[in-house]
């Protein structure tokens, strides 16, 4: 920026990951950043108390949790605990002079364009050139609508796992979890080594991962997010995808069905079977201390709920009921023409919004989202943000209309599959590496390159992308590359040679 100008300003909503990658990118380029966190600190979700418990691990490890540049400390648990993951967001804040663009217990309550973007803080206004929101997906719990539960909860504990901190409420009583997602499997194994009774409900089965896999104890995301097995599945139909990744966990998982039939899924099956991560589930049903459930939930009573379990119409007595049925974005505060432009639907928990690449939208140029879809990897949403504050500052092109409209339909094609997917994107290394590419941060992979084969064949990390383009950090990100390579065993990988410069 040329001395003597004044920078323009962005506004950013939250500052969990997402609100502090968009930060530390609007400084990069020159922009004037303020965030507005509507609590005391930073870190979001990762502040615990709310949608996080006190012994809960990340399910993914350290290097798909982090950012670009930043490294982790070697001490970390390999998939980190709550209070790890916030004290990388700090760590992350500190070193790169975030705080002093924060502005804490802000609460927004009008975003609207006029002539810029007005955003209304509690009793306070300020106008602001462009806008990134970064509230997430994570903020209100989700209850499905099932009779009874006014009267249930009348004499009852009626919960969710949005509010589930530890165990101790829950000791000698008779607990129903609703859900087998990966807090339905987690919170059941907690509140088992209490409780009296631990009943999940489940609609279908699904593969119960533990955080590392066998022979090396690797994270099971450094296993299976990898550039060659994603290009390998693109010259295969969804159908043999399908059942080459149910042949794949079922050399690893096989036991799940034999402890408990109803969570047998067929290795041969061409149906695309979710995966959540679990350490405890499925031990603690082979003890007998979770009983599981593959039933529709009739409706509750004033002792406990009536299900339907293969036919059959059954009672389960419990005094406590915790849904851990997902959660609902918070976007009320965009003005109605926005939320009607980006198709905003809260109920929809799979696609609430409908963007371009979940960053853009057609109703205006100057604003973007970062973080608001389900599966908010680090990698996909720092890539958001980088690309939002490139785009307003001129650097990279702004998506035409053209290609806003496409990626806005393939959205739609995506909120209208059936049976819907696990994520909205579930493809993460094609879909962080588009976005890559619109920011010129993709790396060539040229086979005479000495880093060919470790970003082909290792673990997909977010560092892949400060190689090349814009504020690109090799020094940094070959150091994170090299040490996610040793962490797993695959110093093969490695050649010590510099990278091409793009």
């Given amino acids: 920026m040329e001395e003597g100008l004044i920078p323009q300003s962005v506004a950013i909503i939250g500052a969990g990951p997402s609100g502090l990658a968009a930060c530390k990118s609007a400084l990069e380029v020159g922009l004037f950043p303020t965030v507005y966190e509507k609590s005391s ?162 609609k279908y089965p699904v593969w119960i991962s533990p955080r590392h896999l066998p022979p090396n104890n690797i994270g099971i995301d450094l296993m299976i997010y990898n550039r060659a097995w994603t290009e390998m599945k693109k010259t295969k139909s969804e159908r043999e995808n399908n059942q080459a990744k149910n042949q794949f966990l079922n050399r690893f998982l096989s036991k799940q069905g034999e402890v408990c039939p109803d969570l047998y899924i067929d290795p041969n099956s061409e149906e695309n079977n979710f995966i959540i991560i679990s350490d405890e589930y499925v031990p603690e049903i082979e003890r007998g201390k979770i009983v599981v459930h593959k039933a529709d939930i009739l409706e509750f009573d004033e002792t406990g709920m009536i299900i339907n379990e293969k036919g059959e119409t059954k009672h389960v007595d419990c005094d406590c009921a915790v849904f851990c049925t997902g959660f609902e974005p918070k976007l009320d505060f965009l003005a109605d023409e926005i939320k009607s432009a980006i198709g905003y639907d809260p109920q929809n928990l799979l696609q609430p919004v409908l963007l371009h690449k979940c960053t853009f939208s057609t109703y205006d140029k100057t604003i973007a989202f970062a973080g608001i879809y389900r599966g908010p990897y680090y990698g996909i949403m720092e890539l958001q943000a980088r690309w939002a504050t490139l785009v307003f500052a001129g650097i990279v092109p702004s998506p035409d209309q053209e290609a806003l409209q496409k990626g806005i339909q393939e959205e739609i094609a995506i909120k209208n599959m059936n049976p819907a997917p696990q994520f909205p994107h579930p493809d993460y290394v094609s879909f962080a590496d588009s976005i890559a590419k619109e920011i010129g941060a993709l790396p060539e992979l040229d086979k005479s390159d000495s880093l060919y084969r470790a970003l082909w064949e290792g673990p997909f990390l977010p560092a892949h992308f400060r190689l090349c383009g814009p504020f690109n950090n090799q020094e940094v990100a070959r150091s994170i590359i090299r040490n996610a390579l040793i962490a797993i065993g695959r110093q093969d990988l490695w050649v010590e040679e510099s990278i091409n410069q793009n």
């Fill in 41 to 202: 600190d930073l870190g979001g979700l990762w502040k615990g108390h709310t949608g996080i418990w006190k012994n809960m691990n990340a399910n993914l490890s350290k290097f798909t949790c982090s950012f670009s540049d930043f490294p982790w400390d070697q001490y970390s648990a390999q998939c980190p605990t709550n209070e790890e993951l916030l004290q990388y967001l700090h760590h992350y804040a500190d070193h790169f002079n975030l705080r002093q663009y924060i502005r804490f217990n802000k609460e927004i309550t009008s975003v609207q364009k006029i002539k810029k973007w007005v955003v209304k803080s509690n009793e306070e206004e300020a106008e602001f050139d462009f806008i990134i929101i970064t509230t997430g997906v994570f903020a209100v719990p989700h209850y499905p609508n099932i009779k009874g539960l006014e009267e249930f909860s009348k004499n009852k504990s009626l919960s969710h796992s949005y509010n589930y901190w530890e165990n101790d409420e829950f000791a000698g009583k008779k607990v129903v979890v609703i859900g087998g997602s990966y807090s339905g499997a987690e919170i059941s194994a907690e509140i088992c080594k209490v409780a009296e009774e631990v009943h999940n409900v489940i």
